[in-house]
């Protein structure tokens, strides 16, 4: 409402807030924040995921490798 100086949010779980124009923007520029910061952290993590996933492949194919050692082994015996 520009005659108020207020705005209305929604801020989660349908729940809608008024707020002043200052209070609101000082609300959104520190969500924003949080938000780059969560991102960061996510990126980071999914980083660390893709590197355990190349280890989870490469012990795969060893152990399907040995699997097939094996049983050439055992019908060569």
């Known amino acids: 409402n520009t005659e ?26 520190t969500q924003l924040v949080q938000s780059h910061a969560k991102i960061e952290e996510l990126q980071e993590d999914l980083y660390h995921l893709r590197g355990n996933s190349i280890t989870v492949e490469v012990n795969m194919a060893r152990l399907f490798n040995h699997s097939v050692k094996l049983k050439k082994m055992k019908e060569a015996a």
């Open 4 to 29: 108020c100086k207020k705005v209305f949010l929604w801020v989660g779980a349908s729940t809608m807030v008024e707020y002043g124009y200052d209070e609101a923007v000082a609300l959104l520029e």
